[in-house]
């Protein structure tokens, strides 16, 4: 069974790495808006696109108990008061804290899947080979995964 989620909340990774390969338009046609932080919007350094809200963590005393990035630690307290939610993660650490607090996460990776199945995109490959592409300064590790 297929969860509504209430909101799509992305970490700085997602971001960056869409980017970087020209594809950041596949979070719009598979969620139509996503919800950020202020601190993952400052830690991108561009502006995003109008479709990708910001918005602030009002917990910020366990937002600043987690032992993860800041962007992350962001991310993660905006999931957990945006319930249902799907997290965006890629970072280990940060997928693990997520897990433990039982909060529905995927990572960049994910995202190309679900792109596929829904017909976003005909195949993953040439995504791939983008990501695994010297210039992106993403290591193939991050793709075996795949």
């Known amino acids: 069974?297929?969860?509504?989620?209430?909101?799509?909340?992305?970490?700085?990774?997602?971001?960056?790495?869409?980017?970087?390969?020209?594809?950041?338009?596949?979070?719009?046609?598979?969620?139509?808006?996503?919800i950020t932080t202020t601190v993952i919007?400052?830690?991108?350094?561009?502006?995003?696109?109008?479709?990708?809200e910001i918005r602030s963590v009002k917990d910020l005393h366990f937002q600043?108990?987690?032992?993860?990035?800041?962007?992350?630690?962001?991310?993660?307290?905006?999931?957990?008061?945006?319930?249902?939610?799907?997290?965006?993660?890629?970072?280990?650490k940060g997928r693990k804290a997520a897990r433990r607090l039982n909060l529905n996460i995927t990572g960049s990776l994910g995202i190309f899947l679900k792109a596929k199945k829904a017909g976003n995109i005909s195949s993953i490959?040439?995504?791939?080979e983008k990501i695994q592409q010297p210039i992106s300064g993403i290591h193939k590790q991050y793709c075996r995964k795949f």
């Open 1 to 34: 069974m297929q969860i509504a989620y209430k909101i799509v909340i992305a970490d700085t990774s997602c971001f960056i790495l869409l980017d970087k390969i020209g594809e950041l338009e596949i979070l719009k046609s598979l969620f139509g808006n996503v």
């Open 41 to 52: 919007a400052r830690e991108f350094g561009s502006d995003l696109p109008e479709w990708v």
């Open 64 to 92: 600043n108990t987690l032992d993860v990035d800041a962007g992350e630690a962001s991310a993660i307290a905006l999931a957990l008061e945006s319930e249902p939610s799907l997290l965006i993660i890629d970072d280990n």
């Open 125 to 128: 490959k040439p995504i791939v």
